[in-house]
T-cell receptor, first 113, second 114 residues
Framework: GENVEQHPSTLSVQEGDSAVIKCTYSDSASNYFPWYKQELGKGPQLIIDIRSNVGEKKDQRIAVTLNKTAKHFSLHITETQPEDSAVYFCAAHPFLNAGKSTFGDGTTLTVKP | EAGVAQSPRYKIIEKRQSVAFWCNPISGHATLYWYQQILGQGPKLLIQFQNNGVVDDSQLPKDRFSAERLKGVDSTLKIQPAKLEDSAVYLC????????????FGAGSRLTVL
């Protein structure tokens, strides 16, 4: 089955700095890679996603990159703000099959004012 | 649009007791999922429903866990008898159908087994 590894497990940055979270996956059948943000006391919420036929996608301050050959994908947050503090999860699954999602173990991001 | 509703938010029980969690998905969402999230880990699928039928329950510990979605809308997840290792957050998610890319999660039910 799929195995998703996520690093680092914790990340602390100063407000305004950039943050990068990296994930690797093992199953070539995975071709859709969502990122979820989980705030304290809430469920995970999708923030950005990427399909395997795209190398990069941006949405304002967040971007995701994918290296299909190396089976790596990363989340980039620029100009971090205190409200970006949360746990971030990467996931991988076959396109249009969210029920087969395999999640990483999460990265706790702390943005210090 | 109302989100995925879950209750109770918190539950503390002794080992070997039973507990039930309830989920009401987004209106019109045919597919409902229950996930277990142990502290420090990502969510892991327990069971997936399509309307009132089970699509995947391969990771559900059926000796102690059961789930139902009798009318194809809300769902109940039960644990009986609970073990210490069942302490976790139980997340319910829904999607419009089985062919979806995005899961919409509820806030979760945090279970502590003493």
């Amino acid at each position: 089955g799929e195995n998703v590894e996520q690093h680092p497990s914790t990340l602390s940055v100063q407000e305004g700095d950039s943050a990068v979270i990296k994930c690797t996956y093992s199953d070539s059948a995975s071709n859709y890679f969502p990122w979820y943000k989980q705030e304290l006391g809430k469920g995970p919420q999708l923030i950005i996603d990427i399909r395997s036929n795209v190398g990069e996608k941006k949405d304002q301050r967040i971007a995701v990159t994918l290296n299909k050959t190396a089976k790596h994908f990363s989340l980039h947050i620029t100009e971090t703000q205190p409200e970006d503090s949360a746990v971030y999860f990467c996931a991988a699954h076959p396109f249009l099959n969210a029920g087969k999602s395999t999640f990483g173990d999460g990265t706790t991001l702390t943005v210090k004012p | 649009e109302a989100g995925v509703a879950q209750s109770p938010r918190y539950k503390i029980i002794e080992k070997r007791q039973s507990v039930a969690f309830w989920c009401n998905p987004i209106s019109g969402h045919a597919t409902l999922y229950w996930y277990q999230q142990i502290l420090g880990q990502g969510p892991k699928l327990l069971i997936q429903f399509q309307n009132n039928g089970v699509v995947d329950d391969s990771q559900l510990p059926k000796d102690r866990f059961s789930a139902e979605r009798l009318k194809g809308v809300d769902s109940t997840l039960k644990i009986q008898p609970a073990k210490l290792e069942d302490s976790a957050v139980y997340l319910c998610a829904s999607s419009p159908g089985p062919g979806a890319n995005v899961l919409t999660f509820g806030a979760g039910s945090r279970l502590t087994v003493l």
